[in-house]
């Protein structure tokens, strides 16, 4: 077992999603940073779909029952191991007792926390992703547990990678959404040729942006959405759905980040700015 010793901010245990229900208006859910968890994960030789925990801003601290091997990733957090720092991307072995925490955020927004043949919980919908109503709670709670294979020898045939740039990377490449071709040369200016910076209201949902740009009025049938999905409101407000985002919207869906791109923007918090970049 890995026992919640301390929940942190915001800590959810997720995989890769949930598919095939969106027409139920059920979310893919499922890492925001999708990039960084697959990187974890074949680092311990994981399939890519191996569940993890996502750590968002303040760490939790987290009492390890069985031996296992660990790779974190994502957000610098200042982690440490027996009050020892650890860094991303590499292997480390953990034993019976040892604590994992973590301090202060220095980069990034969202950390990672993956582990030899992941975590083992119920399915639900084809997903071990937390989502609620979906799912019993949204996130970790002082005191859960959470039940792991105990693997007590493990020779990784790469321990460790460089720490990845993509923290420090802003611009979202995006391709031509569904209503772009409602947008005229001031709008293309606005979204193209200006910085945008994360405004307060940013979670799993979705992100706005400080920054306006000119609005769009035509009303428009509600229609499918995706993680990723740009809507421009009626005031100018950009927003973009991530993955625990509505499965339909009735604001112009003009742009649609790519996969690097959601991962990204995950990253950001509030007041970091970013570009569009059409690809």
Same mark, same amino acid.
């Given at each position: 077992?890995?026992?919640?010793?301390?929940?942190?901010?915001?800590?959810?245990?997720?995989?890769?999603?949930?598919?095939?229900?969106?027409?139920?208006?059920?979310?893919?859910?499922g890492?925001?940073?999708?990039?960084?968890?697959?990187?974890?994960?074949?680092?311990?030789?994981?399939?890519?779909?191996?569940?993890?925990?996502?750590?968002?801003?303040?760490?939790?601290?987290?009492?390890?029952?069985?031996?296992?091997?660990?790779?974190l990733?994502?957000?610098e957090?200042?982690?440490?191991?027996?009050?020892?720092?650890?860094?991303?991307?590499?292997?480390?072995?953990?034993?019976?007792?040892?604590?994992l925490?973590?301090?202060?955020?220095?980069?990034? *927004?969202?950390?990672?926390?993956?582990?030899?043949?992941? *975590?083992?919980s119920?399915?639900?919908?084809?997903?071990?992703?937390?989502?609620?109503?979906?799912?019993?709670?949204?996130?970790?709670?002082?005191?859960?547990?959470?039940?792991?294979?105990?693997v007590?020898?493990?020779?990784?045939?790469?321990?460790?990678?460089k720490?990845?740039?993509?923290?420090?990377?802003?611009?979202?490449?995006?391709?031509?959404?569904?209503?772009?071709?409602?947008?005229?040369?001031?709008?293309?200016?606005?979204?193209?040729?200006?910085? *945008?910076?994360?405004a307060?209201?940013?979670?799993?949902m979705?992100?706005?942006?400080?920054?306006?740009?000119?609005?769009?009025?035509?009303?428009?049938?509600?229609?499918?959405?995706?993680?990723?999905?740009?809507?421009?409101?009626?005031?100018?407000?950009?927003?973009?759905?991530m993955?625990?985002?509505?499965?339909?919207?009735?604001?112009p869906?003009?742009?649609?980040?790519?996969?690097?791109?959601?991962?990204?923007?995950?990253?950001?918090?509030?007041?970091?700015?970013?570009?569009?970049?059409?690809?």
């Amino acid at each position: 077992m890995l026992k919640v010793l301390k929940s942190g901010f915001y800590t959810t245990l997720q995989d890769e999603g949930r598919f095939g229900y969106r027409d139920k208006g059920v979310p893919v859910s499922g890492v925001m940073d999708v990039s960084t968890v697959r990187k974890a994960n074949r680092l311990l030789e994981n399939e890519d779909d191996a569940s993890v925990l996502e750590i968002t801003m303040t760490g939790p601290t987290l009492q390890f029952e069985q031996d296992t091997f660990i790779v974190l990733g994502g957000a610098e957090m200042s982690a440490t191991l027996n009050n020892q720092p650890i860094y991303n991307y590499r292997v480390y072995k953990v034993s019976a007792g040892d604590i994992l925490s973590y301090g202060r955020l220095t980069e990034g *927004f969202r950390g990672y926390l993956a582990l030899k043949d992941g *975590f083992k919980s119920d399915n639900i919908l084809g997903s071990q992703s937390q989502y609620f109503p979906i799912t019993t709670s949204g996130s970790l709670k002082d005191g859960d547990e959470l039940e792991y294979l105990e693997v007590s020898s493990f020779d990784p045939k790469i321990s460790e990678l460089k720490i990845d740039p993509q923290l420090g990377e802003t611009g979202l490449e995006v391709s031509k959404g569904p209503e772009y071709g409602l947008l005229d040369n001031d709008h293309l200016e606005d979204i193209f040729f200006k910085e *945008f910076s994360v405004a307060k209201e940013y979670n799993r949902m979705g992100y706005q942006f400080e920054e306006k740009i000119k609005g769009y009025k035509t009303s428009m049938i509600t229609s499918a959405t995706l993680p990723g999905t740009v809507q421009i409101t009626p005031s100018g407000t950009l927003i973009v759905l991530m993955k625990d985002g509505q499965t339909t919207g009735g604001y112009p869906r003009i742009l649609q980040l790519s996969d690097k791109a959601i991962s990204i923007l995950a990253q950001k918090k509030f007041g970091d700015k970013v570009t569009f970049k059409l690809i």
